[in-house]
């Protein structure tokens, strides 16, 4: 594709240098697992977020469980998770032998309904977990006060807006990931903060959690050789975390160039009327992990056509949760999930990334144009 979805070497070269000698350094010391580069990057992007424990892990599906096993969620507890989502969200509570019980989302933020949490808890629900889907929050403060009205765990899934903030209403500003009970997050190379592999994180603000996630994450052992709990083996290596340290530095201006960005797609395509542009939430800030449209009908052509001019664009997601195989004889539904499954058949991303050029915007959306004139 002449015009890719993201553009990953672009980013790198930019930071090539402090990139290149923080892998050396490594390289230099061969402390590949646990070095200074994880623990300093642990206490960095703590104090980014304003989170009082971090928890390096290998990827945000491990994270996602970890969180879970250090919760002590048992076979056949509840868990709330909405349907349009990431499959690893709800994979990891069936992995568990918990029962993902299916939530609908709005169709205009694409996030967690709120009307929809009540209806779907039971005597065996124990925990919500939000996504911050797309880059914006999920309605926290709400999805905060049903939880513990009902004692229910959160578990914030933050693999795709980190750095994102939340506003309350009483004006107090929160990293999302620092909200819920735990907080969750993937550095998998195309999240908005990425390594270059495998990479994960979780936060928390409770002391003993921390603890009990620490030893999740290194075979349920406080002390080495001896084993508490059942754990995992899961770790954020030396050379992640280094990249990591460097990235970091980058975020906030990374956060500003999608959203500037998203800015100019939203200006570009206000008056074109055969696709729906998606909405800013007004208690988040949104860090643009996806610029994503929607098409009643149309979208696979849109998509064939925007490739027939070199534009990559992407579906996420193509099915919803509730219809995937996986989770067809585990899942739970108390209530209707159109939003999602109408969503699944609607939504195209369009090129979001740190290097995108207002140029090449332009290309895009004047592609978008030409469709939407001969199609309508
Ligand atoms: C990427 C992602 C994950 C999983 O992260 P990995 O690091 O790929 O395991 C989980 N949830 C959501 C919403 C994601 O986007």
Redesign the pocket.
């Known amino acids: 594709m002449k015009i890719p979805i993201l553009d990953l070497k672009g980013q790198y070269l930019k930071i090539k240098s402090d990139i290149d000698s923080s892998i050396q350094n490594v390289l230099d010391n061969t402390n590949f697992i646990n070095g200074p580069d994880v623990h300093s990057f642990e206490k960095n992007i703590g104090n980014y977020l304003q989170s009082e424990h971090v928890i390096g892990c290998a ?4 994270a ?1 469980q970890i969180a879970m096993m250090a919760l002590n969620l048992k076979p056949g507890d509840e868990v709330i998770v909405p349907a349009f ?2 499959a ?2 709800a994979e990891v509570v069936g992995l568990l032998g918990l029962v993902p019980v299916f939530v609908d989302v709005d169709e205009n933020n694409f996030n967690i309904k709120i009307e929809d949490i009540e209806p779907s808890i039971s005597d065996k629900t124990k925990a919500i977990v939000p ?1 911050h ?1 797309f880059g914006q929050a999920a309605p926290m403060e709400q999805i905060m006060e049903i939880a513990n009205r009902h004692n229910l765990y959160v578990i914030e ?1 933050n ?2 807006a980190l750095g994102a903030k939340y506003t309350y209403s009483n004006g107090t500003v929160k990293s999302l990931g620092t909200i819920g009970h735990i907080g969750c997050t ?3 190379p195309t ?1 908005n903060l990425g390594c270059y592999g ?1 990479g ?1 994180a979780i936060f928390t603000q409770n002391k003993e959690l921390a603890q009990r996630i620490r030893m999740v994450t290194d075979h349920g052992q406080k002390v080495k050789y001896y084993h508490d709990i059942i754990g995992c083996n899961s770790r954020l290596d030396s050379i992640q975390a280094a990249i990591l340290n460097v990235k970091l530095t980058q975020l906030d201006n990374y956060s500003k160039h999608r959203y500037d960005a998203a800015a100019i797609y939203k200006e570009l395509l206000k008056d074109v009327n055969c696709i729906t542009l998606p909405e800013e939430v007004s208690y988040s800030t949104h860090v643009y992990h996806q610029f994503t449209i929607r098409l009643d009908h149309k979208r696979d052509e849109l998509k064939e056509f925007l490739a027939s001019k070199s534009i990559a664009s992407m579906t996420y997601y193509p099915l919803s949760l509730n219809n995937q195989k996986a989770f067809s004889s585990i899942a739970k539904i108390r209530v209707p999930l159109d939003n999602s499954e109408r969503l699944a058949s609607q939504v195209l991303s369009l090129p979001m990334h740190t290097e995108l050029t207002k140029e090449v915007q332009i290309e895009v959306c004047n592609a978008i144009k030409e469709f939407c004139n001969e199609k309508n």
């Open positions: 990827n945000g599906t491990d996602l989502t990431y690893a969200t996504v889907l899934d693999a795709q993937s550095f998998f999240k495998d994960g």
